[in-house]
């Protein structure tokens, strides 16, 4: 639940970074933004690397250590997805016209609200699906699948 709760957190903190004018603040540096976006991709598919190649889920041993809480606060600060996605939403859609202020915490609350209810869900589902892939092929193919997966959005991401 560690790793959750970073994400969660990581999330809300990319969240306030683009509802607080934070991103055109940092882009406004000559090459920060674009050496933040290599970077972030760097991060990314270096953890679409390691799901790719980790053990199946029959070899892992039981002492193993669940991921922290640190983990899921950098995956999620440094996903360019997540800054794209909070930032399309904040620049492509107005919820109330007559105030700038109360449109952006409006936009805040219901995307704070979905941070937690997705990422809520992916943990269901992830746990759920444990023990499916306690069969060493089906971990492999699926390890290898949303490694793949992940590393593509994120090419994905850079280029759109």
Known sequence: MDFATGAITGTVAVLLAVATGVVPLLLSIPGLGTGLTLTSAVYIIYLALKIATAPPLAKQTTGASAPSFAAGLLLAI???????????????????????????????????AMIVVIHLGWLLGGASLAGFLCDPLRSRVANVLFGLILAGTTVFALFR
């Open 78 to 112: 440094a996903n360019p997805k997540a800054w794209f996605a909070i930032a399309a939403v904040f620049a492509g859609s107005t919820l109330v016209e007559s105030s700038r202020e109360w449109d952006a915490l409006l936009k805040a609350v219901v995307l704070a």
